[in-house]
């Protein structure tokens, strides 16, 4: 069974692609799909159509294991904050085999999803006044 491993999270996701479902966000099969269908959140503002970067992540390890980059995506991920070559939308990076990839810093979002943030803990929200 294939592996996915998000970081800085370091959660590891062992799925099975001829079981899962289909989470309907982004291509099937994709980091986004295979996130959300396991509790983990990534954001995804437009809801996996591939009309945004909210879902960008940077591959660490498997690009290989991963489906090549359309022109559509190729044309969007250019735009990501903290652009790489090793940059890839979530939402369309279609996953084949053992894939390492993180989440920067500047894309995880307590609020947005209605999800919990994997980088704040136990964060107390400030108040003002």
């Given amino acids: 069974m ?3 491993t998000f ?3 370091n959660v590891t996701i062992d799925y099975d692609p001829a079981t ?3 989470a309907e966000h982004g291509l099937q099969g994709s980091l986004l799909d295979i996130a959300l269908n396991n509790g983990l959140q990534l954001e995804h503002a437009c ?3 591939c009309a945004c970067t909210t879902c960008h992540v940077i591959v660490k390890a498997g690009a290989e294991n991963l489906s090549e980059e359309e022109d559509d995506e190729l044309d969007r991920v250019e735009q990501a ?3 790489s070559l090793r940059s890839r939308l979530g939402c369309q990076a279609v996953v084949k085999g053992d894939v390492t990839v993180e989440i ?3 894309n995880r979002n307590y609020v947005s999803e209605g999800g919990g943030s ?3 803990g136990d964060a107390i ?3 003002k006044g």
Avoid: R
């Fill in 104 to 106: 920067p810093d500047w």
């Fill in 20 to 22: 899962m479902p289909y």
């Fill in 7 to 9: 970081l800085p999270a």
């Fill in 125 to 127: 929200p400030v108040k």
């Fill in 118 to 120: 994997i980088n704040l």
């Fill in 47 to 49: 809801g996996g159509s």
């Fill in 81 to 83: 904050a903290g652009f």
């Fill in 2 to 4: 294939p592996k996915v």
